[in-house]
């Protein structure tokens, strides 16, 4: 059991985080820049960078994901067809908000293309109970046409 004491011991960071981010954000604004956690405050930055990235990658599995099962799940085609269109125009709506944020992602975007491609197809597979042969291995598309909100398979 942590004693008081020891609970006073401890960076605010570790005890009440959301706290230690208003308290942050306090300082920087009154620019007691002396005052501030700078060790955790570098990595939380850090941090944001990389759930930025995180997020663009999810994005980019799930629109792969629907645009197969569209393309490749006949027997759920009629019952899901539009529900799979809905979730591929908003993937493709967030990707843009994203990009439009933060353009210097779209690098990172081609990176990830492939390795998105590859793990989508798993997931669609694992979903629809389909083989993964029936996915191609190759991307179905282009990323430009990936993203083109007036193209489906």
Do not use: C
């Not at 005890?15 to 230690?20: A, K, N, R, V």
């Not at 300082?27 to 002396?34: A, F, H, I, V, W």
């Not at 850090?46 to 799940?73: A, G, I, N, V």
């Not at 029936?134 to 990936?146: D, G, N, R, V, Y």
Request: cysteine-free; glycine content about 2%; aromatic content about 10%.
């Amino acid at each position: 059991m942590v004693t008081e004491s020891q609970q006073a011991q401890k960076p605010l960071y570790e005890t009440d985080y959301y706290l230690w981010i208003l308290k942050t954000v306090q300082k920087l604004q009154n620019r007691e820049l002396e005052a501030i956690d700078w060790e955790n405050l570098i990595d939380e930055v850090s941090d944001l960078s990389r759930r930025e990235k995180r997020k663009l990658q999810s994005l980019l599995k799930r629109l792969f994901e629907h645009l197969l099962k569209l393309k490749y799940w006949e027997n759920e085609a009629e019952r899901n067809r539009r529900h799979w269109r809905g979730e591929i125009a908003n993937f493709r709506q967030q990707i843009k908000y994203q990009l439009e944020d933060s353009p210097s992602l779209n690098s990172y975007l081609k990176e990830i293309f492939n390795q998105s491609y590859r793990d989508a197809r798993v997931i669609a597979s694992e979903k629809s109970g389909l083989s993964l042969g029936i996915f191609p291995e190759e991307p179905i598309a282009p990323l430009e046409q990936i993203l083109d909100e007036n193209w489906l398979p």
